[in-house]
């Protein structure tokens, strides 16, 4: 049974940072692409950061240089460390795996909320 579970979710001010964590059981991360979604009131769902089995990343224009997303292969983990955090950041965060370069795999996490106020 394949499950994702992401955390460090939370409530921080403009300007601060959070990390997410994603662990997975049942796949293995370092053999397919892994990204970050996210998901605020009203909007789709649209990709955060992607980083895939040789490790390559691509992240969404509004977050470069800003987050990063990073993969430790012997704890079979992925993250998304967020500076700078504006209020538009806000959302709900979501792990997935198992998709391509250009759309998301079966695979989802329960979600963790990021709150970024002003």
Do not use: H
Not at 83 to 112: I, M
């Amino acid at each position: 049974q394949v499950q994702l579970v992401e955390s460090g979710g939370g409530l921080v001010q403009a300007g601060g940072s959070l990390r997410l964590s994603c662990a997975a059981s049942g796949i293995t991360f370092s053999i397919m692409y892994v990204g970050w979604y996210r998901q605020a009131p009203g909007k789709q769902r649209e990709l955060v950061a992607r980083i895939d089995r040789g490790g390559s990343t691509n992240s969404a224009d509004s977050v470069k240089g800003r987050f990063t997303i990073s993969r430790d292969n012997g704890k079979n983990a992925v993250y998304l460390r967020m500076n700078s955090l504006k209020p538009e950041d806000t959302a709900v965060y979501y792990c997935n795996a198992g998709g391509t370069r250009n759309s998301p795999g079966a695979y989802w996490g329960q979600g963790t909320q990021v709150t970024v106020s002003s």
